[in-house]
């Protein structure tokens, strides 16, 4: 089991065995370079034979975590896991006197998009919960919603709203100043231990044992707590769910395109997106008759794209809502519910197809882990691997040794530390070995994620 779960590991794999990326890789090149036809047919029926074997493969792997007589212990376990921090969150944030608490300011109006300021606000909620003080969220003027955070979410306390104490400082300021202010994490000096990818000492040894990426996990029973929604938000989801008639099973497709194209990301056709989900369908136990997808954009046009193209899918998407979304109409009150409700959809699907150089995305992934004991595994990234935006350093570790076999791939010796730039998803990642500092590509399945299990204060 520890191998089978190294190479199916996040970040740098997702739902897909990295030995089937490889195969199907090399053979897709080798099928392009000849030119005998039959030789040709040959290798296109070895692929698809090869396909099949990977999906029988998969269902195998799923039924034996499922048959293996622990899901109900590992259900029990998350969900005592999840209970616990959610206390504790509210203990934090709720404390008796708000006239002596010790407290710690954010503000929500980082000059970014929606899910680059939750994140924002996740950094803010773990510095909180690392230095033992309140959270008190700045959110008047917000460029989303001008009335602040407690329009659309609860408010993040019902006894301490107040950012009033007898002393103030910058951060770090020490254990006596009862109100600290906390820069963005672009400027934060010193950097504070407590952001990902850290994740509790007192939490991780029992995390590792029921999901496969605590830090996920971790944030997500963050946003979990920050993103409660109002009464009237919680209807219009529901109203809005019952209106689209979003029903299981669906796959979550999130297409980032307008400002983000071409100046943080590439662009990436519909088609490749589809082609994911036609492979995560095709490799389900029983392909369901209807296949249904939850398409969010910020770009109308790839809705309409993917309707005409896909006639035989069941599409569940708002143009409207990808209108308010786009850059020319981004920041007001429509779009904000837009962003929320896409957000919700996508992280209450099966799986999501996307680019993780996306922070909707991520927090969409991020969610998506509160619903079911370990939603790890149930993404695939377009492009890069899963990453929390200014986290400190997060170099993976070599379990395997590499001789370089091709140009271009870099030694690795068993202990190395990677400090890895990309997954090519076709068996091999880039990056910088920290001991040899030399650049360069080597097979994913030879280094793993390790957890970075730091002391928070322990909230007994
Ligand atoms: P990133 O730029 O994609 O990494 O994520 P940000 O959240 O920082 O900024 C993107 C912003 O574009 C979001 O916050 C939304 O306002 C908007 N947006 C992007 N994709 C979607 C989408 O699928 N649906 C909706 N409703 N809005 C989106």
Same mark, same amino acid.
């Given at each position: 089991t520890p191998i089978l779960c190294a190479h199916l590991a996040p970040p740098l794999c997702s739902s897909d065995p990295i030995l089937g990326f490889f195969i199907n890789s090399e053979l897709s090149l080798l099928q392009k370079k000849i030119q005998d036809e039959t030789l040709k047919n040959e290798i296109k029926d070895t692929l698809e034979e090869l396909s099949e074997y990977k999906k029988y493969l998969l269902i195998d792997i799923k039924d034996l975590s499922e048959s293996d007589g622990y899901n109900s212990w590992r259900k029990n376990e998350i969900t005592e896991l999840s209970t616990l921090v959610q206390q504790r969150f509210r203990n934090l944030q709720n404390p008796v006197d708000c006239d002596n608490a010790r407290k710690l300011i954010c503000n929500i109006n980082k000059g970014c998009g929606f899910g680059c300021q939750i994140h924002h606000l996740v950094y803010c909620f773990l510095v909180a919960y690392g230095t033992k003080r309140t959270l008190i969220l700045k959110s008047k +003027? @917000? !460029?989303? #919603?001008? %009335? =602040? @955070? /407690?329009s659309v979410f609860q408010p993040l306390s019902n006894t301490c709203l107040s950012a009033n104490g007898q002393t103030h400082s910058n951060w770090? +300021? %020490? /254990?006596? $100043? #009862?109100v600290v202010i906390l820069p963005i994490v672009d400027n934060v000096f010193p950097k504070p231990i407590f952001q990902p990818p850290s994740v509790p000492s007192d939490l991780a040894e029992r995390l590792r044992k029921v999901h496969n990426y605590p830090l996920v996990w971790w944030i997500g029973q963050v946003l979990k707590y920050l993103m409660r929604p109002t009464i009237e938000t919680k209807m219009l989801l529901s109203e809005k769910e019952e209106k689209m008639k979003f029903t299981k099973p669906i796959v979550g497709v999130h297409v980032r395109r307008t400002d983000k194209v071409g100046t943080e990301a590439a662009f990436h056709d519909v088609d490749e997106y589809m082609f994911k989900v036609e492979e995560y369908f095709n490799n389900l136990k029983n392909p369901p008759e209807k296949r249904r997808i939850y398409l969010a954009s910020d770009d109308p046009k790839v809705i309409i794209t993917a309707r005409q193209r896909y006639p035989n899918y069941e599409i569940i998407a708002d143009t409207d809502i990808a209108q308010t979304a786009s850059i020319a109409r981004r920041y007001s009150n429509l779009s904000l519910q837009g962003i929320i409700m896409d957000i919700h959809f996508l992280s209450l699907c099966d799986h999501i197809v996307c680019t993780f150089s996306s922070q909707v995305c991520r927090v969409a992934y991020e969610l998506m882990q509160t619903y079911s004991i370990d939603a790890s595994n149930k993404f695939t990234s377009l492009d890069d691997i899963y990453y929390y935006g200014g986290q400190n350093p997060n170099p993976q570790i070599v379990i395997y040794n590499h001789v370089p076999r091709k140009k271009g791939e870099i030694e690795l010796k068993f202990s190395d530390k990677i400090e890895v730039y990309g997954n090519h998803w076709n068996g091999y990642s880039k990056g910088r070995n920290? !001991? $040899? =500092?030399v650049v360069g590509l080597f097979p994913s399945y030879k280094v793993v994620n390790v957890v970075k299990a730091v002391d928070f204060p322990k909230y007994d």
């Open positions: +003027g @917000w !460029r989303y #919603q001008k %009335d =602040g @955070w /407690e770090p +300021g %020490d /254990e006596n $100043t #009862q920290l !001991r $040899t =500092g």
